[in-house]
C-alpha cells in the first residue's frame, strides 16, 4: 500500500480519487488555494496537477474542500439516540469525528454502558471516540447505577476507540489527593493519553493545579479572559455550543490567529432536534465565520486543533499522508456541506446518508434495558417543611448555561410547608434515586422554568441519572413519576394527572434504539406540550431541568441527597433564616 501511495503521488500511477480544481481550505497556514487533490487508499497523496490521474475524477469548480470536522467534547446520550443514529444524522454535516464521553449511560450501567456506545461506534463509518468516565459517579454525595474506579477504568484502555480519561469533575478529590482519583489520573498519563478538564468557577490556582496533573481541555470556560488564563497554562479551551450552554458568542473576541491552535470546537450536550435544526460543531463554525473569524480559522477549530489535542495521527487536514475525511462545501460562510467523503468514500450527499446504518440491528443488553427502580412516593415525599421560616433557598435557572444562581426569596406557606406560586415562578423539585431503589428523595424549590401548570419529568439528570421531576402540583408530579416507571426511562409531560406528551427512553432510561425521526416526531410534540404548559420559557426547559441535578456546577443544584451549594462544596437547608 505504501507503495502505491508514493507511486500515486508522482503520477507513476492513477489515484482512485482526483478531485479537480478545488479550492483547498489550508489549515495548517490559515489559508485557501485551488488546486487538485489525490486520494488513494483512503489517504490523500497529493495536492497539485493531478487533472487525469484520477481513475474517478469530480470537478471541485466553485466548491471548497474542507477536513473532515471532529466534535471535540460530546455526550452522544443527549441527542437521545444511539451512536448509529448519531452518525446517521452528523455524517451529512461534514462531521466525520466525535471525542465522545459515555459517563452518561457509564453513570447507570458501569462498564456495560461503555462496550454497548463502543460496539455501536463500530457499525458506522463516523469515528467515535472514547473518553472513559473520571467520575462515576460525579460525587460521592449522590447515588448513582454504578460506581468505576481506577480498577474498573484500567481494561477498557485496551478497547478499540479508547483515547484517554474524560472530563475530571471531582476537583476535590484533585486537590486533597485521592488514591483513586490520583489513579485514574497516572493510570492515563502513564499510557500518554489526554486527560480533559472539567474547570467551572475554576480560578488561577485551581487552573494551575489541575495543568500540573496534566489535564489539559477544559470545556467549562465561558469568558474571553479565561481562555488566556487557559492557553498561558497549555489548557486548550473547547469552545461549546449546544442546546442548554451556548458559550461561543462572548468568547469570539478572545479568538486570535496566534492563539486559535490552543482553541477546538464542541457541543457537549445537543439534543437531535437541535442539530438536525441547526447543525453540530458545523455551526460552530457557521457562527464563527459570521462573528469575523477568518473561514479557515474558525475551520482549524473544528478540524486540526481537535486531532492534534487528542492526538489523532494524520487527522483533521488536507495533506498528503492524512485520512481523506473531508466535504465539498458550496458556500464557505454558510458551511452547506454538499458532499462528505470518509476514507476517500462518499458517505453522504445533499443532507444524507448514502446507506444508513440501522440501529435495530444492535443487540441491546438486558442490562441496559431494566434501569428505572422507583420507590412509591407519595405526597410527603415532596413535602418542603419551612421550619417556621417564610423565606427559602431557591434554585434559579439560567437561560443558555448550565450555572443556577442561588437565590433568597420570600415564598408561600400551606401551614409550615412551602406552597407552589405560579405567579412567582417558584415550582417544587424532586430527585429521586431510581437505580437501587433505595427510597432516597430529595425535594427544593426552582424558579424560571416558568411552568404556570402540570409537571415534567425525566430520567435524564446529569450525572447520576435519577429521577427528577419539576411540576406545579403533587399530584400530576405523583403522576409523572408512574408515567416513568411504565416506560422504564424517558421524558414525560402531565397535566391534570394526563400524559400529554413522552419520549420513551429504554436503554437505560437515557436513549433509544428507535431511528431519528421517530424521536424527533416525539420531542416535537414534547415542546408543544411544554410551549402550551410554560408559554414564557425561552428556552428547552427539559434540558435545563436535567441539568438541576449537576452539583459539581455552581451555584445551587438538587441531588437525592438534598438540596446542595457549590460554594460550600455541602448541603444546605430549603429554609432560610429570617
Given at each position: 500500500?505504501?507503495?502505491?501511495?508514493?507511486?500515486?503521488?508522482?503520477?507513476?500511477?492513477?489515484s482512485d480519487l482526483v478531485i479537480?480544481?478545488?479550492?483547498?481550505?489550508?489549515?495548517?497556514?490559515?489559508?485557501?488555494?485551488?488546486?487538485?487533490?489525490?486520494?488513494?487508499?483512503?489517504?490523500?497523496?497529493?495536492?497539485?496537477?493531478?487533472?487525469?490521474?484520477?481513475?474517478?475524477?469530480?470537478?471541485?469548480?466553485?466548491?471548497?474542500?474542507?477536513?473532515?470536522?471532529?466534535?471535540?467534547?460530546?455526550?452522544?446520550?443527549?441527542?437521545?439516540?444511539?451512536?448509529?443514529?448519531?452518525?446517521?444524522?452528523?455524517?451529512?454535516?461534514?462531521?466525520?469525528?466525535?471525542?465522545?464521553?459515555?459517563h452518561e449511560i457509564a453513570n447507570?450501567?458501569?462498564?456495560?454502558?461503555?462496550?454497548?456506545?463502543?460496539?455501536?461506534?463500530?457499525?458506522?463509518?463516523?469515528?467515535?471516540?472514547?473518553?472513559?468516565?473520571?467520575?462515576?459517579?460525579?460525587?460521592?454525595?449522590?447515588?448513582?447505577?454504578?460506581?468505576?474506579?481506577?480498577?474498573?477504568?484500567?481494561?477498557?484502555?485496551?478497547?478499540?476507540?479508547?483515547?484517554?480519561?474524560?472530563?475530571?469533575?471531582?476537583?476535590?478529590?484533585?486537590?486533597?489527593?485521592?488514591?483513586?482519583?490520583?489513579?485514574?489520573?497516572?493510570?492515563?498519563?502513564?499510557?500518554?493519553?489526554?486527560?480533559?478538564?472539567?474547570?467551572?468557577?475554576?480560578?488561577?490556582?485551581?487552573?494551575?493545579?489541575?495543568?500540573?496533573?496534566?489535564?489539559?481541555?477544559?470545556?467549562?470556560?465561558?469568558?474571553?479572559?479565561?481562555?488566556?488564563?487557559?492557553?498561558?497554562?497549555?489548557?486548550?479551551?473547547?469552545?461549546?455550543?449546544?442546546?442548554?450552554?451556548?458559550?461561543?458568542?462572548?468568547?469570539?473576541?478572545?479568538?486570535?490567529?496566534?492563539?486559535?491552535?490552543?482553541?477546538?470546537?464542541?457541543?457537549?450536550?445537543?439534543?437531535?432536534?437541535?442539530?438536525?435544526?441547526?447543525?453540530?460543531?458545523?455551526?460552530?463554525?457557521?457562527?464563527?465565520?459570521?462573528?469575523?473569524?477568518?473561514?479557515?480559522?474558525?475551520?482549524?477549530?473544528?478540524?486540526?486543533?481537535?486531532?492534534?489535542?487528542?492526538?489523532?495521527?494524520?487527522?483533521?487536514?488536507?495533506?498528503?499522508?492524512?485520512?481523506?475525511?473531508?466535504?465539498?462545501?458550496?458556500?464557505?460562510?454558510?458551511?452547506?456541506?454538499?458532499?462528505?467523503?470518509?476514507?476517500?468514500?462518499?458517505?453522504?450527499?445533499?443532507?444524507?446518508?448514502?446507506?444508513?446504518?440501522?440501529?435495530?440491528?444492535?443487540?441491546?443488553?438486558?442490562?441496559?434495558?431494566?434501569?428505572?427502580?422507583?420507590?412509591?412516593?407519595?405526597?410527603?415525599?415532596?413535602?418542603?417543611?419551612?421550619?417556621?421560616?417564610?423565606?427559602?433557598?431557591?434554585?434559579?435557572?439560567?437561560?443558555?448555561?448550565?450555572?443556577?444562581?442561588?437565590?433568597?426569596?420570600?415564598?408561600?406557606?400551606?401551614?409550615?410547608?412551602?406552597?407552589?406560586?405560579?405567579?412567582?415562578?417558584?415550582?417544587?423539585?424532586?430527585?429521586?434515586?431510581?437505580?437501587?431503589?433505595?427510597?432516597?428523595?430529595?425535594?427544593?424549590?426552582?424558579?424560571?422554568?416558568?411552568?404556570?401548570?402540570?409537571?415534567?419529568?425525566?430520567?435524564?439528570?446529569?450525572?447520576?441519572?435519577?429521577?427528577?421531576?419539576?411540576?406545579?402540583?403533587?399530584?400530576?408530579?405523583?403522576?409523572?413519576?408512574?408515567?416513568?416507571?411504565?416506560?422504564?426511562?424517558?421524558?414525560?409531560?402531565?397535566?391534570?394527572?394526563?400524559?400529554?406528551?413522552?419520549?420513551?427512553?429504554?436503554?437505560?432510561?437515557?436513549?433509544?434504539?428507535?431511528?431519528?425521526?421517530?424521536?424527533?416526531?416525539?420531542?416535537?410534540?414534547?415542546?408543544?406540550?411544554?410551549?402550551?404548559?410554560?408559554?414564557?420559557?425561552?428556552?428547552?426547559?427539559?434540558?435545563?431541568?436535567?441539568?438541576?441535578?449537576?452539583?459539581?456546577?455552581?451555584?445551587?443544584?438538587?441531588?437525592?441527597?438534598?438540596?446542595?451549594?457549590?460554594?460550600?462544596?455541602?448541603f444546605i437547608p430549603v429554609a432560610?433564616?429570617?
Open positions: 500500500m505504501l507503495k502505491q501511495q508514493i507511486q500515486s503521488a508522482v503520477k507513476h500511477t492513477k479537480t480544481n478545488v479550492q483547498v481550505v489550508d489549515v495548517f497556514s490559515q489559508d485557501i488555494f485551488t488546486a487538485d487533490v489525490a486520494i488513494n487508499d483512503g489517504f490523500f497523496v497529493g495536492i497539485g496537477d493531478y487533472s487525469g490521474f484520477g481513475r474517478e475524477e469530480i470537478d471541485g469548480r466553485g466548491k471548497y474542500l474542507v477536513p473532515g470536522l471532529i466534535d471535540a467534547h460530546a455526550h452522544i446520550e443527549s441527542t437521545l439516540v444511539t451512536p448509529i443514529e448519531y452518525s446517521n444524522v452528523c455524517l451529512p454535516r461534514g462531521i466525520t469525528g466525535v471525542i465522545a464521553d459515555p447507570v450501567c458501569g462498564a456495560a454502558g461503555i462496550r454497548f456506545m463502543l460496539e455501536c461506534g463500530k457499525k458506522v463509518p463516523m469515528d467515535i471516540h472514547l473518553m472513559l468516565p473520571s467520575c462515576v459517579p460525579a460525587t460521592s454525595f449522590e447515588h448513582s447505577g454504578a460506581i468505576m474506579t481506577a480498577d474498573d477504568l484500567r481494561p477498557l484502555y485496551d478497547e478499540d476507540g479508547v483515547l484517554g480519561l474524560a472530563e475530571v469533575m471531582d476537583f476535590p478529590a484533585v486537590l486533597n489527593g485521592s488514591d483513586d482519583m490520583l489513579s485514574k489520573i497516572l493510570d492515563a498519563d502513564k499510557r500518554g493519553c489526554r486527560i480533559d478538564g472539567h474547570c467551572a468557577g475554576f480560578g488561577i490556582d485551581q487552573l494551575n493545579m489541575y495543568a500540573a496533573a496534566n489535564i489539559r481541555t477544559d470545556h467549562e470556560c465561558d469568558t474571553a479572559e479565561g481562555v488566556i488564563d487557559r492557553a498561558r497554562r497549555g489548557i486548550y479551551t473547547l469552545i461549546r455550543e449546544g442546546t442548554v450552554c451556548k458559550d461561543l458568542n462572548k468568547m469570539l473576541p478572545a479568538v486570535k490567529q496566534k492563539n486559535s491552535p490552543m482553541l477546538c470546537f464542541a457541543t457537549d450536550d445537543k439534543h437531535l432536534d437541535d442539530i438536525l435544526e441547526n447543525g453540530g460543531v458545523d455551526n460552530n463554525i457557521r457562527m464563527a465565520i459570521s462573528g469575523g473569524v477568518p473561514a479557515p480559522t474558525a475551520i482549524q477549530m473544528g478540524s486540526l486543533n481537535v486531532a492534534r489535542c487528542y492526538q489523532l495521527d494524520r487527522r483533521g487536514a488536507v495533506a498528503p499522508g492524512y485520512h481523506a475525511d473531508f466535504s465539498l462545501v458550496a458556500d464557505l460562510h454558510q458551511f452547506t456541506v454538499e458532499k462528505v467523503f470518509k476514507q476517500g468514500k462518499l458517505v453522504a450527499e445533499n443532507g444524507a446518508v448514502i446507506k444508513a446504518v440501522d440501529s435495530g440491528d444492535m443487540l441491546v443488553p438486558e442490562k441496559l434495558l431494566d434501569t428505572v427502580h422507583l420507590p412509591e412516593i407519595g405526597e410527603k415525599d415532596l413535602a418542603i417543611p419551612m421550619n417556621g421560616c417564610s423565606r427559602a433557598n431557591i434554585i434559579e435557572i439560567v437561560p443558555g448555561t448550565v450555572v443556577s444562581n442561588h437565590l433568597v426569596e420570600k415564598v408561600a406557606l400551606d401551614g409550615d410547608s412551602f406552597a407552589v406560586s405560579t405567579e412567582n415562578d417558584q415550582l417544587k423539585i424532586c430527585v429521586v434515586e431510581r437505580h437501587s431503589g433505595t427510597g432516597k428523595a430529595a425535594t427544593a424549590i426552582v424558579k424560571g422554568l416558568k411552568l404556570t401548570r402540570g409537571a415534567i419529568a425525566t430520567t435524564i439528570a446529569h450525572d447520576s441519572h435519577n429521577l427528577i421531576i419539576v411540576g406545579t402540583n403533587d399530584r400530576d408530579m405523583l403522576a409523572a413519576a408512574g408515567y416513568i416507571r411504565q416506560m422504564q426511562g424517558g421524558i414525560v409531560v402531565v397535566d391534570g394527572g394526563k400524559k400529554l406528551a413522552a419520549v420513551e427512553l429504554e436503554i437505560g432510561g437515557l436513549i433509544t434504539g428507535r431511528k431519528a425521526e421517530a424521536v424527533i416526531d416525539d420531542l416535537a410534540q414534547l415542546h408543544r406540550e411544554i410551549t402550551a404548559l410554560a408559554p414564557e420559557c425561552s428556552f428547552n426547559p427539559v434540558l435545563a431541568l436535567s441539568f438541576m441535578s449537576l452539583v459539581v456546577i455552581p451555584e445551587l443544584k438538587i441531588c437525592d441527597s438534598g438540596l446542595f451549594s457549590f460554594q460550600k462544596f455541602d432560610a433564616a429570617d
